[in-house]
């Protein structure tokens, strides 16, 4: 039995981990110096579960992909250029702050909002897609928040893999502590799903679907609706860098036998 | 004032797990630093009573319980219906909980769904006497903010590893039970088993005293012009075995299965540490063949004593992101360690 999904992948932007970030605080609270300076790159988390969605609606015919993101506008249509060459999708976007000092109470309600006025939703058949964690604020809370703002009770996080079975149901494989993985067996549609890396790599770039994405990608942006995200009723007190500087110890020319001996000392103490 | 609800999940045995006895410490701490805090502990699972009898002394005024053979497996509907029930019966402003993959999945819907909200990864909870502030990391253990909150409930999901587990004699006591009725909504999903590699395949090892992180020179050509996977893996696995480290790789030697290259064999994306990989908790880190840039050494903001073994004496590790940088070929380092640790 092959289903025609609507997959909904949720996934913003961060900056490029390579840069140096620095906090800074500003009137309405902590961010980032330079913030809008920075590169940026799609949530890795978040690219995973797009690629994730992608290869399932390949392979469901009929199935459709969109990608609800949340972040200023212009840094949006930077990682779109990017973004959009990979896979194919069609681009809901929200103009709003994306920093990791936002509340995902709020992020998941602006989300759920923009989800649930997607023209043509069949809740029968949506699968809310999204990375389990961002690489920003890391509170892997946005998907079961927004899961009930939709109404949707069957949650999965950490999620490296998921099955279609012949029957419609979804066997999915989430992580849990020690290395393993429960799985489980959910009748179907509706499910929200946050992705860990999954087991695809990641596409190569393809002129093709970004060219037919960016047809879509401009007009998305230009007609990207405002929304306030904020952290409303959180006050911080600090933001800092962690003191993590060691005074490293370079040892060269050594022979291996001395440095394997003072490791193993050093393993033993 | 306010009324904090330790929350927890049992194990299947019916006991703690050190996370949600670290994060009772947590709860314990707090209802002791607020002025006029009342102190519940709410259980859900199969059976709960080895668990409220295990912390009987913590000082609880009363202990919750949701139990029955649907909370045995953590499922989102199961568990958010329980803990909901559980919170609206303490009437709870604040909670506290381990931050499990059984929580982290269910609990910040909970706050949702009683009106609240939730701080995830929270590494260290203090308190005054009116006021209770929390500490967690943000961009990837990159910084670190502390913060309070206005809203109530406020659920506090305390990472394992960052508080003393709390300790006191076990006693018989009485469970409040909760009843709560699962719709067949909530039964969508049932669990139907774990995966858990073979135990000579199982690398990661959370309670080890030492990680050892592989990192992509291992599969990389060596002096002699040739790969040496194979003698890699050995060396890797043999030092797994005479230590009981656990086994941490960079996010490219994982990376490299997937493009088809040669590579370790027993690695996967959970070995994986890093921006988009774990940030475990270990005593000691002992990184090989790796540069130790950015994106990967914030998985290791957790290391106490970090040292490094690469050709390279520029590298990341050089710049004072380990105690120790050993310039030197890990394939010959690591073959004399393992005869060391041998012998």
Redesign the interface.
Known sequence: MSIAYQIVVCGSI??D??QT?T?VTGPTG?G?KNEMMLPAWLD??AG?ALYEAAHLAKNQPGSKVWLVSLGPKAKLQQVMMTVAQKVPFELIALDGAAG??T???ET?AALAEAIAALPGLDRSKLLVFGGWES????????L??L???LGI??????V?ELKVEADGTL?I????????????????APAVLGW???????PKNNPQIGMTNMRGVMPALQKARSVTVGAT??????????Q???????????A??D???E??D??KQ | METILFLAHTEADGTLAPAALEALGAATSLSTSLANARFIVGLLGENVTPAAQQIASCGAAKFLGVSGADFAP????SD?TAAAALCQAAEATLVVAPA???F??????V???VGG?????VTQVRATADQV?VSR???????????????RPWFILVDPGTHPAWTGAAATVAVEPVAVTLED??K??????????AADA?????DAS?LLVAGAGWTKKQADGQTHVPEAEQLILDFLRL?RASLGSTKSLV?LG??GQAVLSFLS????IG???ATPRHP?G?STCCHG???HT?GW?FIN???A?SLD?NCS?????????????AF??????N???AA
């Open positions: 961060v900056p981990p390579l970030l906090p902590p980032l890795p988390w995973h990791g000092f509340d995902a109470a998941a690489a920003s604020r890391g509170a892997g809370a946005t079961q928040i899961a009930e703002h009770t069957d949650v999965f996080m950490g490296d066997e494989l989430e992580r849990i502590e020690g290395g393993r993985h429960q799985v489980s067996r959910c009748s179907g860990a890396t999954g087991n695809l790599p990641e009723g959180v006050t911080f007190a600090e933001v800092v860098l962690p993590q500087q060691r005074q490293t110890r370079i040892v060269k020319d050594a291996p036998d440095i394997a001996r490791i193993v050093w393993i | 953590a499922r989102y509907a958010a499990t993959s059984r982290n999945r269910c609990l910040p819907g706050a949702q769904r909200r939730a701080d995830t990864h502030s990391w943000y961009y990837r253990q990159r910084m670190e903010g502390t913060h309070t909150r206005t809203q909504a909530a969508r999903t049932t669990v139907t088993g774990f995966r858990t590699p199982q690398t990661i090892r959370p030492l230590t990376d997937g493009e994306h959970l070995n994986q921006q988009t990989g000691k002992l840039e950015e994106p914030v903001r004593e970090r040292r073994i004496p590790w050089a710049r004072g992101k380990a105690d120790v940088l050993y310039v030197a070929d010959a380092v690591m073959r004399k360690v005869e060391l640790l």
